[in-house]
């Protein structure tokens, strides 16, 4: 796949420079077409097949590593004084006035698209309901497109990206946010703590994928007949992805799925007898939950007014004006931001080349090469402030502004080399397309047959769909492991 890098020429366009355009030509991973996943020519990928000395000395030390396509894994060994040292110093620099005129352009871009279909899509003007619906279809669409964009600024806010002021920062994070009803600091803490553990199986707090033992446990069978289920329906698979991203983010929310549930050893032991789902006391709105400590409980209050706000504001704009329309207005855009962030989020962590680790194995350094860049095309680049084309180089150093993040990606691959990993083939339609073949070949992750050593703590996502590695054979009788617990963390402002 190229990570062709488009360049920027309009409005408060983002930062590329000759030298980044140059290099962004470069190749990076292959993806295999389904369903006979191919091994990856990339010289600058985690699962380059280039034959080294010091290759051979790792294989050797961790065992034959495979990814779900079958190419070859090799265990990253960065520093992140490497990576930081990469970077160019202006790529640091954060300036509040330039990020206030993207709030002020997106809101602005709202409100027009609102005032246009309010005034102009109208029975008087379209007579005919058909596209007056279809229309009206296509507004929340676009408007879930550029609230979706409000949500990544909110987003730069709680990573202290957006200026040099927590107080501007915060302040405009938690209005943003509240508005989109997402609790700001709730979210910015736990988000916090995902960046400190990415591809940490026991302490990350997003999309953490399920051991071989916990797939066997859901579909009712046993560890050793996974490999041998049947292969899933496209429509079994079809409705996953549409519960998955119709419900995704306020499960999260609400009851943390697809975050860890390891909660027995927080610090503080609040976590005892709690559990993931609902009424397990693990959600982002009570300051008494797991995922955070005693000093934080003021701004997860705070959060929740910001919350109560927004929700008596609809109440009063729905009783005002119809609660059909504010349907239409408000809520169904809503659920396409939602749609847009599990999206996101899902495909920035899941992928057939993706590894995840044990503690054993686990390193910061490790865990934000596990990660992945995507290609959305201008709605990803403009609307969406490129948080899915420079996500790696964003869990490296979460505070480098989004308009400098294209030039500081291309900065880091280099000291990354085959640790880079993007997936860039098709552009907006590979994007999309991607959901469907990660719902397909990343079900659960298990350990490398030809593991050994560290080896064994690194695993790879496997499937009972024919598609890539086959899982492991395992004898009967075979039972799930011990559950796994979580070490101490927390953290409320700071960011990896």
Same mark, same amino acid.
């Given at each position: 796949?190229?990570?062709?890098?488009?360049?920027?020429?309009?409005?408060?366009?983002?930062?590329?420079?000759?030298?980044?355009?140059?290099?962004?030509?470069?190749?990076?991973?292959?993806?295999?077409?389904?369903?006979?996943?191919?091994?990856?020519?990339?010289?600058?990928?985690?699962?380059?097949?280039?034959?080294?000395?010091?290759?051979?000395?790792?294989?050797?030390?961790?065992?034959?590593?495979?990814?779900?396509?079958?190419?070859?894994?090799?265990?990253?060994?960065?520093?992140?004084?490497?990576?930081?040292?990469?970077?160019?110093?202006?790529?640091?620099?954060?300036?509040?006035?330039?990020?206030?005129?993207?709030?002020?352009?997106?809101?602005?871009?709202?409100?027009?698209?609102?005032?246009?279909?309010?005034?102009?899509?109208?029975?008087?003007?379209?007579?005919?309901?058909?596209?007056?619906?279809?229309?009206?279809?296509?507004?929340?669409?676009?408007?879930?497109?550029?609230?979706?964009?409000?949500?990544?600024?909110?987003?730069?806010?709680?990573?202290?990206?957006?200026? #040099?002021?927590? %107080? *501007?920062?915060?302040?405009?994070?938690?209005?943003?946010? =509240?508005? &989109? @009803? +997402?609790? !700001? $600091?709730?979210?910015?803490?736990?988000?916090?703590?995902?960046?400190?553990?990415?591809?940490?199986?026991?302490?990350?707090?997003?999309?953490?994928?399920?051991?071989?033992?916990?797939?066997?446990?859901?579909?009712?069978?046993?560890?050793?007949?996974?490999?041998?289920?049947?292969?899933?329906?496209?429509?079994?698979?079809?409705?996953?992805?549409?519960?998955?991203?119709?419900?995704?983010?306020?499960?999260?929310?609400?009851?943390?799925?697809?975050?860890?549930?390891?909660?027995?050893?927080?610090?503080?032991?609040?976590?005892?007898?709690?559990?993931?789902?609902?009424?397990?006391?693990?959600?982002?709105?009570?300051?008494?939950?797991?995922?955070?400590?005693?000093?934080?409980?003021?701004?997860?209050?705070?959060?929740?007014?910001?919350?109560?706000? #927004?929700?008596? %504001? *609809?109440?009063?704009?729905?009783?005002?004006?119809?609660? =059909?329309? &504010? @349907? +239409?207005? !408000? $809520?169904?855009?809503?659920?396409?931001?939602?749609?847009?962030?599990?999206?996101?989020?899902?495909?920035?962590?899941?992928?057939?080349?993706?590894?995840?680790?044990?503690?054993?194995?686990?390193?910061?350094?490790?865990?934000?090469?596990?990660?992945?860049?995507?290609?959305?095309?201008?709605?990803?680049?403009?609307?969406?402030?490129?948080?899915?084309?420079?996500?790696?180089?964003?869990?490296?150093?979460?505070?480098?502004?989004?308009?400098?993040?294209?030039?500081?990606?291309?900065?880091?691959?280099?000291?990354?080399?085959?640790?880079?990993?993007?997936?860039?083939?098709?552009?907006?339609?590979?994007?999309?397309?991607?959901?469907?073949?990660?719902?397909?070949?990343?079900?659960?992750?298990?350990?490398?047959?030809?593991?050994?050593?560290?080896?064994?703590?690194?695993?790879?996502?496997?499937?009972?769909?024919?598609?890539?590695?086959?899982?492991?054979?395992?004898?009967?009788?075979?039972?799930?492991?011990?559950?796994?617990?979580?070490?101490?963390?927390?953290?409320?402002?700071?960011?990896?």
């Amino acid at each position: 796949m190229s990570a062709t890098t488009a360049p920027r020429k309009t409005l408060l366009s983002r930062s590329v420079t000759s030298d980044s355009l140059a290099a962004s030509s470069a190749s990076s991973t292959s993806v295999s077409p389904e369903p006979t996943p191919a091994q990856s020519p990339s010289s600058t990928s985690l699962s380059s097949l280039t034959s080294l000395s010091g290759d051979e000395q790792k294989r050797s030390d961790h065992g034959m590593l495979l990814d779900t396509y079958g190419n070859e894994f090799q265990i990253p060994d960065l520093s992140i004084k490497e990576i930081r040292d990469a970077i160019p110093a202006h790529c640091f620099e954060r300036s509040g006035l330039r990020g206030l005129r993207y709030v002020a352009r997106d809101i602005v871009c709202l409100a027009s698209v609102f005032y246009i279909f309010h005034n102009y899509v109208t029975p008087e003007n379209i007579p005919s309901y058909a596209i007056r619906v279809g229309l009206w279809s296509l507004y929340t669409i676009v408007q879930g497109l550029f609230a979706t964009g409000v949500w990544v600024l909110a987003h730069e806010c709680g990573h202290q990206s957006f200026s #040099t002021s927590k %107080t *501007l920062n915060d302040t405009v994070g938690w209005t943003l946010h =509240s508005a &989109l @009803l +997402v609790p !700001y $600091f709730s979210w910015k803490i736990s988000h916090g703590k995902h960046h400190k553990a990415t591809g940490h199986l026991e302490r990350d707090m997003v999309f953490v994928p399920k051991s071989r033992e916990e797939y066997a446990s859901r579909m009712g069978a046993f560890v050793h007949e996974v490999s041998e289920l049947m292969e899933e329906t496209p429509i079994a698979t079809a409705l996953n992805l549409f519960a998955q991203q119709l419900g995704g983010w306020p499960m999260y929310i609400i009851t943390n799925v697809t975050g860890h549930n390891c909660h027995e050893r927080q610090v503080e032991g609040r976590g005892k007898g709690k559990k993931n789902g609902f009424g397990g006391g693990v959600n982002h709105f009570d300051p008494r939950s797991p995922l955070y400590e005693a000093k934080d409980a003021k701004l997860i209050l705070l959060s929740d007014l910001g919350l109560a706000i #927004t929700i008596g %504001t *609809l109440y009063l704009l729905g009783n005002k004006f119809g609660w =059909s329309n &504010l @349907l +239409v207005w !408000y $809520f169904i855009p809503y659920l396409w931001v939602n749609h847009w962030l599990v999206a996101i989020t899902y495909l920035q962590h899941t992928d057939p080349s993706l590894p995840h680790y044990h503690p054993q194995a686990w390193t910061f350094t490790r865990g934000a090469a596990a990660t992945i860049d995507r290609e959305f095309g201008f709605i990803g680049r403009q609307i969406l402030h490129g948080i899915i084309e420079t996500h790696v180089l964003h869990h490296y150093v979460s505070t480098i502004p989004f308009y400098h993040a294209d030039e500081a990606t291309e900065a880091i691959k280099p000291i990354m080399g085959r640790h880079y990993r993007s997936d860039t083939k098709g552009g907006s339609l590979g994007f999309l397309g991607s959901l469907w073949k990660s719902m397909r070949m990343c079900q659960w992750v298990e350990e490398s047959e030809g593991a050994q050593g560290d080896g064994k703590h690194v695993v790879f996502f496997r499937n009972h769909n024919g598609l890539g590695v086959p899982p492991q054979k395992m004898e009967d009788g075979r039972g799930p492991k011990a559950g796994l617990v979580v070490g101490a963390d927390s953290d409320s402002d700071s960011y990896a």
